[in-house]
């Protein structure tokens, strides 16, 4: 037993207005007067009308709906960012098309455009694959985070920042050689601030420091080999002092506490580790180890202010574009725990 | 410097064909002979169109979106189990609309209505706040996972098989005494099956066995907390004995590894642990640990693979519903590693 769906018509001739008056209480609804408003709205109850927010969408342009691309869901960072995005749905009414790219080049380009033919609203790019000046050239309103951006709109941790805090608390820590480990990240991306801060920080304090800069790999055996290798490096060259370690992430500061304190059967004095991301990890761990938070949830609230002012102004008669990309930085969080406090 | 929409009229001056016969050409494409599809399809490119799917949906009512709804994104489960889903829209062409529930039953119920609004052509529901029966009743294309599916087609792993085969393995380590730590969980739900797996191999073959139902808490330190209770009492009624302990999912399994480490500064031989769910932390813990791994990928294809035929018979002239709701099991896999071999 199908219900025959209510239309414009059936809704006007109950409420003796004219077709027109219907279609402008859904598309221009401060264009008739609060009784009017009401007469309809009481109407639409008593018709048990259901509204078809596809036609809407053809009379009135907007779609309410925002894409999401992100490069995977493997790592928590990543996930966490999405599930904090997706709960704005509660403040802004946005619903998300979300797609993972997972390093697929064209079918992200390809899943884009299906997007722009849908008449999505805006889009939030957490993927690196495609360069922010064509992701720019979409002409829609577009925000990046934690990734390149010269062309557009982004926010990102503050990532020097947290190279900062990380190294300050091993120098408080009374390390006697300071060691950053991260990949040869390019100076163009947000995460280069970590090796810039850590740098600055050794130098302007006159501390010892190495930077080992070095892939750990993509699976997790190769990276227990590769970390093992630095450990074994490490221990040669610094023998009896006291090491503070600052590792570019959580999964690799876990590696390296695991094969300290499986060779010493406990985390022994001559050793401190800061990690980075406040991933589940890091309390998980054998022991809580040290880490800079970011703080996911502001990030992504910035990211979708950012949005829906830009979302909001296409809706204008006459919208102004961005006269320049917007950029803002979230300040992380040092949480100290028992691998430095 | 904004590009002018081109209109089915403009199509149609451009080919010499009627309006008719170019939205012939969009809508059942078959109608029209190979060569005037042709012509149609060269004076698109000609033309540069841009195809506005909003109006195609009207048209033809698919609108090629999927909705998915997860109670979090916290869980290492669910963040996999939406990236399989996603990844299917290489295969299918479908747009997933994501939305996480995080408990909140009437947002989760809003929600829905909305996606129904839009005319979404299926669902698939991963939280459980939402009775099969209700779910049932929206009368749309629908797949659950791993929840009650009383009233819905589903596909779950076979939890009973799961815990059939940590006790197997258990035993096979010459454990003294078997023991299972899960909470209160419904029968009706499929988690159930691993305390009935555990039981029947327990009495099958003359076991001695203990099955601990206890709440581990929400929080990580409150599950620390209740853990090292577990394990006190453990050690004071077992002393001696080979302990085979199946816990009900790897964050706990890694939690009381790592009070079991701490305490002995190695994994000593009377114990013997295995965990559910195959999560990254089962591989980065203190030592590599023994779990039950769910085929995520094969559910996530499964459920899709169950939905687009629903969907698919609904675009039928006549389509005729499921006489009854469709169920599938997807076996799970045993991982042997450190802890129990």
Do not use: W
């Amino acid at each position: 037993m199908e219900k025959k769906n209510i239309t414009f018509n059936d809704i006007a001739r109950y409420t003796h207005f004219s077709k027109t008056t219907i279609s402008r209480y859904f598309n221009n609804p401060d264009s008739l007067t609060l009784e009017n408003q009401k007469k309809i709205a009481d109407a639409l109850v008593a018709l048990d009308y259901k509204e078809n927010k596809v036609a809407r969408i053809l009379a009135n342009g907007k779609t309410e709906f925002v894409g999401i691309i992100i490069p995977n869901l493997f790592l928590h960072y990543y996930s966490q960012m999405l599930n904090q995005i997706l709960s704005t749905y509660e403040t802004y009414g946005y619903k998300f098309l979300v797609f993972v790219g997972n390093e697929n080049e064209s079918v992200e380009r390809q899943y884009i455009q299906e997007l722009l033919a849908y008449k999505i609203e805006g889009i939030i790019v957490l993927s690196h694959t495609i360069s922010s000046k064509e992701l720019a050239s979409y002409d829609l309103p577009l925000v990046t985070i934690e990734r390149e951006d010269r062309y557009t709109s982004s926010v990102n941790t503050d990532n020097y920042m947290g190279g900062a805090q990380a190294t300050g608390l091993l120098c408080k820590n009374g390390c006697d050689i300071l060691i950053h480990v991260n990949s040869d990240v390019p100076p163009e991306t947000p995460a280069y601030g970590r090796i810039q801060g850590f740098l600055d920080i050794c130098r302007e304090h006159g501390l010892e420091h190495e930077l080992i800069l070095t892939d750990l790999g993509t699976s997790h055996s190769e990276a227990i080999d590769r970390t093992k290798k630095v450990l074994d490096a490490l221990e040669a060259k610094y023998r009896k002092k006291r090491k503070g370690i600052f590792m570019s992430n959580d999964t690799y500061a876990n590696i390296l506490l695991n094969l300290i304190f499986q060779k010493y059967g406990r985390f022994p004095e001559d050793y401190r580790i800061v990690g980075f991301d406040d991933s589940p990890i890091s309390s998980e761990a054998i022991i809580p180890f040290s880490t800079v938070g970011q703080q996911i949830d502001v990030i992504a609230r910035e990211a979708m202010a950012l949005l829906v002012a830009q979302m909001n102004e296409r809706k204008k008669r006459n919208p102004s574009p961005l006269p320049a990309p917007i950029h803002k930085v979230v300040t992380p969080v040092l949480i100290r725990r028992g691998t430095a406090t």
